[in-house]
């Protein structure tokens, strides 16, 4: 799929308003005046990685000006790299100045923000910085999530790019990516603060199939709302909804067309799929439960009748911190729902 495409498709809903490795990682670090050591050498670098389209980046020292996708960005503040993020693009600030859900803990006021929105990219800005490298999530081979077609091919000649998969596959696979990028950029994955995200995150994975099993195979649905559509998302593409498939949560599967994330309904067909529980996207800009109160086709469903309706952050940050509380979420909602006749 092209970059366009996958705009329309993955895009869509904001437009109109979405543990082996690691654990080898982890294992292969000894104790602290090891771990101190690695982490030195990797900060001063040479420094390869090897990204996912695959391509293989080197350099004599280890980038140290890093500009990303906020989500991205976000990612690598997790395990430890808040120092290196000189600039981002993506939704970063909100109108009233504060940060937007992806941008995680990543402090906005500390980076440059060289686009904002989707289509927003400064190529003055980005050149300015004198950035090491960038680094964002690709969806499908070939693309660049959130860097413009018309300006791609300058903006990549400016510094390398590494890119990580986050479509069609299951949430910890990017996890795991981003944790082996941040390590060869200088990250301690032996920290306690990461650490003992990654094992939350674990926990948290743990207790999602364990309530699923208890669940009796209640349905659950993830979606999002707009004027005229709902739109079902599906587990063949949606890395976090896959990977809850995986977990053993009972999930709408939708028609989806190719790499679609999601099947369009209007509202007089939203009850095309039987559903216990609904996941509704709550990002800004998609229509949440109140401004859907006065569509039939929404008060009719079942999950909705019974006030089974819980908020789905529909664009997970890529780390184990950030992510342990959106399985945790999905976990509670699904422990105190009941199946529906």
Known sequence: MKYSQLSLSR????????AAAAGALLAACGGKEETGSAAATAAAGPWTFTDDQPKEHKADKTPGK???????????????????IVGVFGETKKADGTAEEQAGDLDINKVQIIGNAWGE????????????????????????????????????????????????????????RYAELAKSLGADLDAPKVAEAKARFEKAAADLSAAAKAAGGVKVLFGSGAADIFYVSSAAVSS???????????????????????ESLSWENADKYHADIIFLDARTGTLQPN??????????LPAVKANQVFPWQAVPVYSWASSAPLIEAITAAITKSKKLA
């Open 11 to 18: 895009r869509g809903l904001l437009a109109a308003g979405g």
């Open 66 to 84: 890093i500009v990303a996708f906020t989500g991205t960005a976000a990612a690598l503040v997790d395990l430890g790299l808040q120092d290196k």
């Open 121 to 176: 990219f400064s190529v003055e800005k980005y050149a300015a910085l004198q950035p090491d490298l960038l680094v964002t999530h690709m969806f499908d081979p070939g693309a660049y999530w959130y860097i413009p077609d018309a300006s791609k091919d300058q903006i990549l000649k400016l510094a390398p790019a590494a890119t990580i998969t986050v479509g069609r596959v299951p949430l910890n696979k990017p996890i795991e």
């Open 240 to 262: 976090d909804l896959m990977y809850f498939k995986e977990l053993g949560v009972d999930l709408v599967m939708p028609e989806v067309k190719g790499a679609d994330y999601y």
């Open 291 to 300: 401004d859907l109160a006065s569509k039939p086709g929404w008060a009719a």
